[in-house]
């Protein structure tokens, strides 16, 4: 099976809180990323968590890790229409120089007006 | 700062033809550079890493003598699809950075092949 999983589509009003989930399976890794991607574009790092890490919070988003479970989720607060994009979950296997991301699929946010 | 960028942004050629993708860290120097491929409505998947003045590591089931990589310079690494063919038509994506831990993505390159 993927290595990251994620739902596909969410769609929100303006305003509401979005909340996007992801799964991981490489208990070893040691940091795990939320990226966002415009139509058409390259990724943009949004965020990103280190594995002893539970909870971390930056301006509109909040990751949140539970290790136990190897869940990670991305919350963002009074979702506006910019925030539309796909998001991707992504997490880090080995380290430095030898090291890769995996990527989930992708979870495509609709924000209605 | 942390600026990558590839060149070019969009690309169409003939089935058959060469194609070079350039990726370039701009205000810093990136002793590793990855290349990934993403399909439309998909994940991006990483099609080789590559070191500075050394070999690039492919990634199992990508042809290397198909996707040439170099990477001659702390700023610089190229990708060259050889002898394209329609279904090599993708999205293609390169990173640079330290290390996994702060990768850095350029604006991705989309080649047609027709």
């Known amino acids: 099976g993927e290595d990251v999983e994620q739902s596909l589509f969410l769609s929100v009003r303006e305003g509401d809180s979005s909340v996007i989930n992801c799964t991981y399976t490489d208990s070893s890794s040691t940091y795990l990323y939320w990226y966002k991607q415009e139509p058409g574009a390259g990724l943009q790092l949004l965020t990103y968590?280190?594995?002893?890490?539970d909870m971390k919070q930056d301006q509109r988003l909040t990751v949140l890790l539970n290790k136990k479970d190897k869940h990670l989720s991305l919350r963002i607060a009074d979702t506006q229409t910019g925030d539309s994009a796909i998001y991707f979950c992504a997490e880090a296997k080995g380290s430095g120089n030898t090291g890769k991301l995996i990527f989930g699929q992708g979870t495509t946010l609709q924000v209605k007006p | 700062g942390a600026v990558v960028s590839q060149h070019p942004s969009r690309v169409i050629c003939k089935s058959g033809t060469s194609v070079k993708i350039e990726c370039r860290s701009l205000d810093f120097q990136a002793t590793t550079m990855f290349w990934y491929r993403q399909f439309p409505k998909q994940s991006l998947m990483l099609m080789a890493t590559s070191n500075e003045g050394s070999k690039a590591t492919y990634e199992q089931g990508v042809e290397k003598d198909k996707f040439l990589i170099n990477h001659a310079s702390l700023t610089l690494s190229t990708l060259t699809v050889t002898s394209a063919h329609p279904e090599d038509s993708s999205f293609y994506i390169c990173?640079?950075?330290?290390?996994?831990?702060?990768?850095?993505f350029g604006p991705g390159t989309r080649l047609t092949v027709l």
């Open positions: 990173s640079a950075g330290v290390s996994t831990d702060t990768q850095y």
């Open positions: 968590i280190f594995s002893n890490m």
